[in-house]
């Protein structure tokens, strides 16, 4: 780990309120009351699982500056693999860069797409344990909305684990008109694990200030915190 990222990303749990715990073991000093408590004790008896959004032929939006939703997403989903491997958690990633490895049959973006999707789904439900974040963008027909939001699966704790990620994420970007809320039913792999899972709309791409926001180093970190501070709270 470069000494940069580790010196940003001690600054940034300063940021939103970490205190070190016995054994190292981080938790935020002022707990959100909504905070979820997916396991009563034990953080080894849960398994991470960060899902950058998109990837591959699917490069997700495209922000008003140009830059792809993919590359956001996994950008912000690596600072949190580090920031978990710092308190002792290990990530299991559903994509590690942007090229996916596609079968022969999955000739069109179409079925690339569904490949792609069944794919997640699967690591997802047939890892024991689990818990899944699922990292994206969001996008408007217009310039004005703007603000991340953390919507939850069907599944037992999902809501639980959204509300207390969007508590933080009030504390972090100080956006407060955003509420957590359930998944639209259009999402697939959302509607189709088994587990706790919260997909997190880090912000749209559609707004100008956001967009380039969103591109900064120091911001994704702070969105990254809040992520993986939300996991660390619903298991602790």
């Not at 950008?75 to 996916?100: H, N, P, Y």
């Not at 794919?119 to 991340?148: F, W």
């Not at 037992?156 to 969007?166: I, T």
Request: proline residues 3%.
């Amino acid at each position: 780990m470069k000494k940069a990222f580790l010196v940003r990303a001690v600054l940034a749990l300063a940021v939103v309120g970490f205190a070190a715990g016995a054994a190292t073991r981080f938790v935020f000093i002022s707990r959100p009351r909504a905070a979820a408590r997916i396991v009563s004790s034990g953080r080894n008896e849960r398994t991470l699982i960060l899902d950058p959004g998109h990837g591959g032929a699917d490069g997700g939006a495209v922000s008003v500056t140009g830059s792809f939703e993919s590359k956001l997403n996994l950008d912000i989903a690596l600072k949190c693999r580090e920031l978990a491997g710092l308190f002792g958690v290990t990530a299991v990633m559903t994509r590690e860069s942007e090229l996916l490895d596609y079968p022969k049959d999955a000739a069109t973006i179409r079925a690339k797409k569904v490949w792609d999707t069944k794919n997640r789904t699967d690591l997802v439900n047939s890892t024991e344990n689990a818990v899944l974040i699922s990292i994206h963008q969001n996008k408007y027909t217009t310039a004005s909305p703007h603000g991340s939001q953390a919507l939850y699966a069907p599944t037992e704790g999902s809501a639980e684990l959204a509300q207390s990620m969007q508590a933080l994420l009030t504390q972090v970007t100080g956006e407060s008109k955003r509420t957590a809320a359930r998944i639209g039913e259009s999402i697939y792999l959302l509607n189709h694990v088994e587990c706790p899972a919260v997909l997190i709309e880090c912000g749209f791409v559609s707004n100008a200030v956001e967009a380039k926001r969103l591109e900064e180093q120091d911001y994704q970190l702070k969105l990254a915190v809040v992520i993986t501070g939300a996991y660390l709270n619903s298991i602790s």
